[in-house]
């Protein structure tokens, strides 16, 4: 158990819906990121966010947003659904996301929530 | 732009053999390399993590090693047990940045 829990944990949706990911980090995070992970690839990362800011985006279009709270849980938000989109989407919180300098920095995951777009 | 290998995709071996997983990375320039273990839909499990001044890390019948200038790294598990059976994957931590760039995964089956 790493403290990290994501809802729901499955979901099905069709192409064109909206649909929004709920994660909440382990107790004294501040710092969440988030991951796609296709079947049979490894986990790409979408973005993080540190005390409530964006910290860092890889290569996902703006249709993939997301929002960080006071209490530094998370939420994922994807708008106009793709087939593509289908994938299992993993939730990762750490201490000191700002401070690159900190090597001990590990990443919690969450067991993640498998979307599928029908 | 890092990129993350992990060769082989699939591993198929008989339970008491040793197991080796080969991870490597095109920019040597991290902060640290983790290895995770993934079960069949589930999350990830963090095995070990291995700063970059480090050459290895060891945790019961595990151990990783790192070779940062040539960007590779190896994850030895010792005389296998079928509950070893997973997906492993390799995790990069740039110097550069916060996000974990991961390679693709080796499947593990320990045959009884």
């Known amino acids: 158990e790493t403290g990290v829990t994501q809802s729901p944990t499955h979901l099905i949706k069709t192409r064109g819906q909206q649909v929004t990911l709920r994660c909440s980090s382990q107790?004294?995070?501040?710092?969440v990121s988030w991951y796609q992970q296709a079947l049979g690839q490894g986990p790409q990362f979408i973005f993080q966010?540190?005390?409530?800011?964006?910290?860092g985006r890889g290569n996902f279009p703006p249709r993939f947003s997301g929002l960080q709270f006071p209490n530094y849980s998370s939420e994922l938000n994807v708008n106009a659904l793709e087939l593509d989109d289908s994938a299992l989407y993993l939730c990762?919180?750490?201490?000191?996301?700002?401070?690159?300098?900190?090597?001990?920095?590990?990443?919690?995951f969450g067991a993640g929530t498998r979307l599928s777009v029908l | 732009k890092q990129e993350v290998t992990q060769i082989p995709a699939a591993l198929s071996v008989p339970e008491g053999e040793n197991l080796v997983l080969n991870c490597s990375f095109t920019d040597s320039a991290i902060y640290n390399l983790q290895w995770f273990r993934q079960d069949p839909g589930k999350g990830l499990t963090s095995l070990l993590l291995i700063q970059s001044s480090q050459r290895e890390q060891t945790s019961g019948r595990l151990n990783a090693s790192l070779d940062k200038s040539s960007g590779r790294s190896t994850l030895y598990i010792a005389a296998s047990q079928p509950g070893d059976s997973a997906t492993y994957l390799c995790a990069v931590r740039e110097a550069a940045g916060n996000k974990l760039t991961f390679g693709g995964g080796t499947r593990v089956l320990v045959k009884p």
């Open positions: 966010y540190y005390r409530e800011e964006e910290n």
């Open positions: 990762a919180s750490s201490p000191h996301g700002a401070e690159p300098r900190e090597a001990k920095n590990i990443q919690y």
């Open positions: 107790s004294g995070h501040n710092t």
